[in-house]
């Protein structure tokens, strides 16, 4: 699947916490029919057998729907079950040692805390790019904070499409507004709700009218430039 910035729009990231009242599988269609743009699979704890065979299920589901599927940090899971793209972190495997086994097509994420880790990702081949996190994180509670001016500050250093993630819900989202990201990735906003349909379609909703009214302000102030020229 061919990578775009819109993927990234409502970029859901799997945990294992929630599971119980339904399946992961089940959870996973429930944030796609609520309109998750892209779907990272996240497993920590799973042996390697039971993680490709469980990233083959959700492959299938994600492009039945044609959402792509990234799978996380675990390069080797994501080229032997084709997956459409991995997610890696600072220390994993490097971005350039990542392009030249996968080929051109495979979408690479990188996390990026600072503007020179950007930098070197995007040079390194990188598609997209992770920060943060920019609010605390329940899922990683000893992750570096990234604040609203730092955020801003990377994604104007580089020129492909940026996510922030981090502790994102439905009640802070609009205080990420103008930052430049493309994009935000979410855990517990989507997988700990009651109804995950249901709280996937407000986060979007919320999100894009956040944009919206970003870019409003962009276009206004653009007039108004043009009109004192």
Request: glycine share 8%; proline share 1%.
């Amino acid at each position: 699947m061919r990578f775009q910035k819109d993927m990234l729009l409502l970029y859901a990231v799997t945990d294992r916490t929630w599971v119980g009242r339904q399946s992961l599988y089940e959870q996973v269609e429930e944030a796609i029919l609520g309109g998750a743009t892209l779907i990272q699979l996240r497993e920590k704890n799973l042996s390697e057998e039971d993680f490709l065979a469980e990233a083959v299920q959700i492959k299938e589901l994600c492009h039945r729907y044609n959402i792509p599927l990234i799978i996380n940090d675990n390069v080797d899971i994501a080229l032997k079950m084709n997956a459409d793209g991995v997610h890696v972190g600072i220390d994993d495997e490097s971005v350039l040692e990542i392009r030249k086994r996968a080929g051109s097509d495979f979408i690479i994420g990188a996390t990026a805390k600072t503007i020179e880790q950007a930098v070197a990702a995007e040079k390194a081949g990188a598609d997209y790019l992770g920060i943060g996190a920019v609010f605390p994180s329940k899922t990683k509670e000893n992750a570096i904070r990234i604040t609203n001016e730092q955020l801003k500050a990377i994604c104007s250093s580089v020129s492909i499409p940026t996510v922030a993630i981090g502790g994102i819900s439905y009640e802070n989202v609009q205080e990420i507004k103008g930052s430049g990201v493309d994009g935000i990735a979410v855990v517990s906003a989507i997988f700990s709700a009651e109804n995950i349909k249901e709280a996937t379609m407000k986060l979007k909703e919320k999100w894009c009218m956040t944009i919206l009214q970003e870019n409003k302000k962009n276009t206004d102030i653009d007039k108004k430039g043009e009109n004192a020229g």
